[in-house]
């Protein structure tokens, strides 16, 4: 993995401590971890390959939602019980994610991520959040066997988006605890947050293994992410599920036309080192 020579170490500094507490900010504030941003960043102004900026943002992501994930569990917001089987799906999927990356082309790459993330904006911005999770923040569904089974499948496709694209897997849980389970936004963000811990830490474990996590650039980010997260999360608290909903949804939508965005200056794809 080529490193940056020692003309571009104090403007990427300052470039990866802005970015992280931006990143860190969303993360707190949305429940998503930040890699919807932090990939972009890495890729658009760090200079790092597609792969590389998906891997390296998993290690920022998880301290990250470490602090956004401590800020909500002190307002009771975090569904533990529902977290743990999401959880147990999510770690699995993301070591399967992990392995499916080096067979995807940088291009293909960039376009699913965008993809996903329109697809969620439009979601949101059009119909947005329904039922009594769109206006109770900490409403918690009921757990029986069919529905922990269903916790875990989710998880399995949160934890495949997490490594494939790059971005803790918030993107899924989100929605599917909101929209699928029935659990209020706030709990929602929450309890994603404390999800994405364990699903950013094997994603990123696991492209170790494939030489392209940046671990220095990924600790700078996610140092500088901590403040912004309980900055981020507290303020979610502070808002009404509907609007959180909105302020997701154009989220998605600004990044998610960013990365359709060619971008010709970029590198190629990293060799594994």
């Known amino acids: 993995m080529t490193e940056p020579d020692g003309r571009?170490?104090?403007?990427?500094?300052?470039?990866?401590?802005?970015?992280?507490?931006?990143?860190?900010?969303a993360a707190g504030l949305f429940g998503?971890?930040?890699?919807?941003?932090?990939?972009?960043?890495?890729?658009?102004?760090l200079k790092r390959s597609q792969h590389v900026a998906h891997a390296?943002?998993?290690?920022?992501?998880?301290?990250a939602a470490v602090a956004g994930a401590g800020r909500f569990a002190l307002d009771g917001s975090v569904a533990w019980?529902?977290?743990?089987?999401?959880?147990?799906?999510?770690?699995?999927?993301?070591?399967?994610?992990?392995?499916?990356?080096?067979?995807?082309?940088?291009g293909g790459l960039r376009r699913l991520f965008a993809g996903v993330l329109l697809l969620l904006a439009l979601r949101f911005l059009l119909v947005g959040a329904t039922g009594e999770a769109a206006v109770a923040g900490n409403v918690t569904p009921a757990l029986d066997p069919l529905v922990v089974a269903l916790h875990v499948v989710g998880g399995l496709a949160a934890g495949v988006t997490s490594a494939v694209l790059g971005v803790g897997g918030g993107i899924i849980m989100v929605p599917l605890l909101v929209l699928g389970f029935?659990?209020?936004?706030?709990?929602?963000?929450?309890?994603?947050?404390?999800?994405?811990?364990?699903?950013?830490?094997?994603?990123?474990?696991?492209?170790?293994r494939n030489g392209y996590t940046d671990w220095p650039?990924?600790?700078?980010?996610?140092?500088?992410?901590?403040?912004?997260?309980?900055a981020g999360a507290s303020l979610a608290l502070s808002l009404d599920p509907v609007t959180l909903g909105r302020l997701y949804?154009?989220?998605?939508?600004a990044v998610g036309l960013l990365m359709l965005r060619r971008t010709p200056d970029a590198p190629e794809t990293e060799e594994p080192t």
């Open 32 to 45: 998503v971890g930040g890699g919807v941003l932090l990939v972009p960043l890495l890729v658009l102004v």
């Open 81 to 106: 019980a529902g977290g743990l089987a999401v959880a147990a799906g999510a770690v699995v999927g993301a070591r399967f994610g992990a392995r499916f990356l080096p067979k995807v082309s940088e």
């Open 249 to 253: 949804g154009g989220l998605q939508l």
């Open 182 to 208: 029935g659990y209020g936004q706030h709990v929602a963000e929450g309890t994603s947050l404390a999800v994405i811990i364990p699903t950013a830490v094997t994603g990123a474990w696991a492209h170790h």
């Open 217 to 230: 650039l990924g600790i700078q980010l996610g140092s500088a992410s901590v403040l912004g997260s309980i």
């Open 56 to 63: 390296t943002s998993l290690v920022a992501i998880t301290l």
């Open 8 to 25: 571009d170490r104090v403007p990427m500094s300052a470039a990866a401590v802005g970015g992280g507490l931006v990143a860190g900010t």
